[in-house]
């Protein structure tokens, strides 16, 4: 029932910035998380940045202090701003929800959108 659609994702040099965002279809108040994952050819799909709905947010070790997750209630959009870049982030980046009703639980996807950090 939850739809996920990114942008943002194109080509930027190391140390540069670029800002995902994600259109929501359902309202976040259905929504017990939302966040980011990415996949690089060869690796597993790794979580970037997660929201609960409870209020924590979760970022993997290797972008703390350089990627902010945000979220707009209003616009049902969640966003991933992405600064000083480096190549290891080159990758897919996928926008997830996951969704709780009447004892189940439910995970989306987006289509995902590339992300590649070149010189």
């Known amino acids: 029932q939850v739809r996920l659609v990114e942008s943002g994702g194109g080509l930027v040099q190391p140390g540069g910035s670029l800002r995902l965002s994600c259109a929501v279809s359902?309202?976040?108040?259905?929504?017990?998380?939302m966040g980011w994952y990415r996949q690089a050819p060869g690796k597993q799909r790794e979580m970037v940045a997660v929201?609960?709905?409870?209020?924590?947010?979760n970022y993997a070790d290797s972008v703390k202090g350089r990627f902010t997750i945000s979220r707009d209630n209003a616009r049902n959009t969640v966003s991933l701003q992405m600064n000083s870049l480096k190549p290891e982030d080159t990758a897919v980046y996928y926008c997830?929800?996951?969704?709780?009703?009447?004892?189940?639980?439910?995970?989306?996807w987006g289509q995902g959108t590339q992300v590649t950090v070149s010189s």
């Open positions: 359902a309202s976040f108040y259905s929504l017990h998380a």
């Open positions: 997830n929800a996951v969704q709780r009703y009447e004892g189940t639980e439910s995970n989306y």
């Open positions: 929201m609960v709905s409870g209020g924590s947010i």
